[in-house]
């Protein structure tokens, strides 16, 4: 039996929540993601629609991790989008994913018999994610007034419940939206009947405390009018860099529905991560032993779905994540690996253990490499690391202003049995 320390009995970790219990006190409801990625990640203005077949590969993957529900579409938007929304409900039956159908809709009675005709088609449950501009500058912009938002509110509720249709209440700009309309319009949109609040940072305007603070109002006005069991969507937009913490503390604040798409795609510089959230909560140990191994897999078939290309440095997923060149970083890691623990290697140098997601270490060899990193590199690829390739190797990785590629180094190696020769 091995006397060795895990490579957690040797992390001092400041982000414990031993002495303040889960991230979410949540009690009995339970923490729910909803994926954003086929609707309102595909508003990106850099990206195009995704073929049917594609589609149906992400909301299989989607399904994979555990992703509770999924927004399919705008029905209203037109024919191709009732037609994929269709086809995804059916091939999902089909595979039995096991995921809550969504589809969002404007207060609009022609989106919503849209979504209602397609729940009739193929037989199934569709929750109508019905929303709603609610800010100031909005109402100002229509000439609307918030008689008006009361009025088309409890249409939407009135004719979700005609057909048999589960809705969420989605207020556009919540997080610019004063209180009193709020109020006003939460109470409304219960007495008719929704199961959820969603609400939403829709120009990426929250700050943390901003979520924090309007989480908290929502919960306090369900619970003076009695409707604990109505749910709290949040669903957060990046444009300040806050998405992703915005969704941590969403949580933290009692929200139960979390949303997000692959690599943070959407309106303007996109919606918050859903990755980068996922990857968070795993660490934070509040999804347990759930196996996100296709995390990485799911991203790069939404990048080459979408026509986007994954940045080098973004977390987790990018081709640098896990790798270095840096000769005491590298040496670090490689003592790890030759310890033959793992564990240990994915955590020296990284905040995030890369077996947990499908990934690992890389120990590249560049100009700020040590000759540590020349031996691994030949040793991992079956290549004895003579005295004199390690040294011709290491004084043209120090020559040069890049990561040396593989093919690069393979033609070092040439270079250098010839030479010997």
């Given at each position: 039996m091995s006397n060795e320390p895990a490579a957690s009995d040797l992390i001092y970790d400041w982000n414990v929540r031993d002495r303040r219990g889960p991230l979410s006190p949540l009690g009995e409801r339970k923490l729910s993601l909803f994926d954003e990625t086929l609707r309102d990640g595909i508003q990106s203005p850099s990206v195009r629609d995704p073929s049917i077949e594609d589609k149906r590969e992400i909301l299989r993957l989607t399904a994979s991790l555990g992703i509770d529900a999924v927004d399919l579409g705008l029905p209203g938007a037109g024919p191709r989008a009732v037609a994929h929304v269709t086809a995804l409900v059916e091939y999902a039956e089909q595979e039995k994913l096991g995921i809550e159908y969504a589809c969002a809709a404007r207060t609009h009675a022609s989106d919503i018999n849209a979504i209602a005709e397609i729940s009739q088609r193929t037989g199934q449950p569709i929750t109508v994610y019905a929303f709603l501009g609610s800010s100031p500058i909005r109402l100002y912009a229509e000439n609307w007034t918030v008689e008006l938002l009361?009025?088309?509110?409890?249409?939407?509720?009135?004719?979700?419940?005609?057909?048999?249709?589960?809705?969420?209440?989605?207020?556009?700009?919540?997080?610019?939206?004063?209180?009193?309309?709020?109020?006003?319009?939460?109470?409304?949109?219960?007495?008719?009947?929704?199961s959820r609040?969603?609400?939403?940072?829709?120009?990426?305007?929250?700050?943390?405390?901003?979520?924090?603070?309007?989480?908290?109002?929502?919960?306090?006005?369900?619970?003076?009018?009695?409707?604990?069991?109505?749910?709290?969507?949040?669903?957060?937009?990046?444009?300040r860099g806050l998405g992703v913490i915005n969704n941590l503390r969403a949580i933290a604040a009692g929200a139960d529905r979390i949303h997000g798409t692959a690599l943070g795609i959407g309106e303007r510089v996109g919606n918050a991560a859903l990755d980068q959230t996922l990857m968070n909560l795993k660490l934070l140990g509040e999804l347990g032993d759930r196996d996100l191994s296709s995390l990485v897999t799911w991203c790069r078939k939404v990048a080459e779905a979408v026509g986007v290309t994954i940045p080098s440095q973004y977390p987790l997923l990018g081709d640098d994540a896990f790798r270095t060149a840096t000769g005491v970083h590298a040496a670090a890691v490689i003592k790890a690996i030759r310890k033959g623990d793992v564990d240990l290697?994915?955590?020296?140098?990284?905040?995030?253990?890369?077996?947990?997601?499908?990934?690992?270490?890389?120990?590249?060899?560049?100009?700020?490499?040590?000759?540590s990193n020349v031996v691994y590199w030949l040793q991992h690829r079956g290549i004895e690391p003579s005295e004199g390739l390690v040294k011709h190797l290491f004084e043209l990785a120090k020559r040069t202003d890049h990561i040396l590629r593989d093919d690069e180094l393979q033609s070092a190696i040439q270079d250098y049995r010839r030479s010997a020769e």
């Open positions: 009361l009025e088309r509110t409890i249409m939407a509720a009135e004719l979700c419940r005609k057909h048999g249709l589960v809705m969420t209440f989605v207020t556009e700009d919540t997080t610019r939206t004063p209180p009193q309309t709020l109020d006003r319009l939460f109470r409304a949109a219960v007495d008719h009947g929704v609040l969603c609400l939403c940072d829709t120009v990426g305007h929250a700050t943390p405390e901003g979520v924090e603070d309007l989480v908290g109002f929502t919960r306090m006005v369900l619970e003076s009018i009695g409707a604990k069991h109505v749910g709290i969507d949040w669903h957060g937009h990046n444009d290697a994915d955590r020296i140098y990284s905040g995030v253990p890369a077996g947990w997601f499908g990934k690992q270490q890389a120990i590249e060899i560049g100009f700020m490499s040590g000759e």
